[in-house]
C-alpha cells in the first residue's frame, strides 16, 4: 500500500515548455486533489475531482488543466509554463465517508519555471 | 481576508513547555476541521481531526469554538521532534470533501 504517490519529485522547465503531473493513489479514493504550495501563501487548491471522469476548478485553477480518466490517477497538466508557476504540487486524496473526510497527500513535486 | 487565518509564527517553545495557537475560519457552514503537521520541504500529515467536544491525543489538544469561529490546538510537554509547522484545514461549507489551509504557524522547540 503505496499511497498517494507523485512523479516527478523535481523539474526544471523553461518558459513555455510544457510538463504533466502525475499522481497516483491505490487507496480506492473517489476525492483526488491538486494543490500548489507557495512561502507564507499556505496550500492553494489549483483542481480537484470527485470520481473518475470528473474534475472541477479549485481557487487557482489558471494555467492549469487535470485529467481523471481512471480512478486512481490524477493528472495536472501546465500547458504553456510560466515563471509565476514555480511552486511546490501537491497531490492528496481523501474517500467520501463524512467520518473520514481527510486528506492524505503525496510527498509533493517540487517545479522551477525559468 | 483570507477565510483561514493563522499567525505564521515562529512560536519559540523551550523544550517541556506547552503552546497554543488558533486557526480562524470565516465560514459558519463549515463543519469538518483538522490540524495537519508538516515537516520541512514534506508533505502535510494529519494530526488530529477536531471534533465539538473537543479531543485529546496524547500531548496534542484540539478544541472548536464554533461561537467564534476558530479551532485551536494545545501542545503539552513539548518534544523537540515537535517542531513543525501545523496547517489547520477547514472545510469549504458548501462542497463536501473540499477543504481550505490555513498557511500554518511554526513552531520551534527548543532545548
Known amino acids: 500500500n503505496a499511497g498517494v504517490t507523485q512523479t516527478p519529485k523535481f523539474r526544471v522547465l523553461k518558459t513555455g515548455q510544457s510538463m504533466t503531473l502525475l499522481c497516483a493513489q491505490d487507496?480506492?479514493?473517489?476525492?483526488m486533489y491538486w494543490y500548489r504550495q507557495d512561502p507564507g501563501m499556505g496550500l492553494r487548491l489549483i483542481h480537484y475531482?470527485?470520481?473518475?471522469?470528473?474534475?472541477a476548478k479549485g481557487e487557482v485553477p489558471d494555467g492549469y488543466n487535470v485529467s481523471r480518466l481512471k480512478k486512481q490517477n490524477f493528472l495536472l497538466g501546465l500547458e504553456s509554463a510560466a515563471p509565476s508557476q514555480t511552486s511546490v504540487y501537491f497531490c492528496?486524496?481523501?474517500?467520501?465517508?463524512?467520518?473520514?473526510?481527510?486528506?492524505?497527500f503525496g510527498p509533493g513535486t517540487r517545479l522551477t519555471v525559468l | 481576508r483570507k477565510e483561514v487565518e493563522q499567525d505564521p509564527g515562529p512560536f519559540n517553545v523551550p523544550e517541556g513547555a506547552t503552546v497554543a495557537f488558533n486557526c480562524t475560519y470565516s465560514?459558519?457552514?463549515?463543519?469538518?476541521f483538522f490540524w495537519y503537521r508538516q515537516d520541512c520541504r514534506k508533505e502535510p500529515k494529519l494530526l488530529m481531526s477536531?471534533?465539538?467536544s473537543g479531543n485529546e491525543d496524547g500531548r496534542f489538544t484540539a478544541q472548536l469554538n464554533r461561537a467564534s469561529q476558530y479551532i485551536s490546538l494545545l501542545i503539552r510537554d513539548s518534544k523537540l521532534s515537535d517542531s513543525a509547522t501545523y496547517l489547520c484545514?477547514?472545510?469549504?461549507?458548501?462542497?463536501?470533501?473540499?477543504?481550505?489551509f490555513g498557511a500554518g504557524t511554526q513552531v520551534v522547540v527548543t532545548p
Open positions: 492528496a486524496s481523501s474517500p467520501t465517508e463524512k467520518d473520514t473526510d481527510t486528506q492524505y
Open positions: 487507496m480506492n479514493h473517489e476525492y
Open positions: 475531482s470527485v470520481g473518475e471522469g470528473t474534475t
Open positions: 465560514n459558519s457552514a463549515s463543519q469538518s
Open positions: 477536531v471534533y465539538s
Open positions: 484545514a477547514v472545510n469549504i461549507g458548501d462542497s463536501w470533501g473540499k477543504f481550505q
